[in-house]
């Protein structure tokens, strides 16, 4: 069983930066992906960002691509997204998920453990 505690959300002027923080209780093997999603009031959670627990391999969606950097950390199992060049429509509450399966999936579904969520407010 894994549970995962998101924290960094604030509130931030357009242009600004955030990190935000998964940390992971329970296990984390190299096999398992990690991801970043984010939603918005009234609308669906999206695909923000994944990475593999190994290493090596990342994916983004187009919308935060040269913006957001996810990372990891193995030794201390916290997972990290740096955001920079915020914007409004970046406005959501932030989620992090594991993937057993490591199949960095751009679909919410492919993710059997969430955290709780942390809000990102970014005004203009």
């Known amino acids: 069983q894994v549970q995962l505690v998101e924290s960094g959300g604030g509130s931030v002027q357009a242009g600004d930066s955030l990190r935000l923080s998964c940390a992971a209780s329970?296990?984390?093997?190299?096999?398992?992906?990690m991801g970043w999603f984010r939603q918005a009031p009234g609308k669906e959670r999206e695909f923000v960002a994944a990475i593999r627990w190994s290493g090596g391999s990342t994916s983004y969606a187009d919308s935060v691509k040269g913006r957001f950097t996810i990372s990891r950390d193995n030794a201390k199992d916290i997972l990290y997204l740096q955001m920079n060049s915020l914007k409004p429509e970046d406005t959501a509450v932030y989620y992090c998920?594991?993937?057993?399966?490591?199949?960095?999936?751009?679909?919410?579904?492919?993710?059997?453990?969430w955290g709780q969520g942390t809000q990102v407010t970014v005004s203009s």
């Open positions: 998920g594991a993937d057993p399966r490591g199949w960095m999936s751009r679909t919410i579904y492919a993710y059997s453990y």
């Open positions: 329970g296990r984390i093997f190299n096999s398992y992906a």
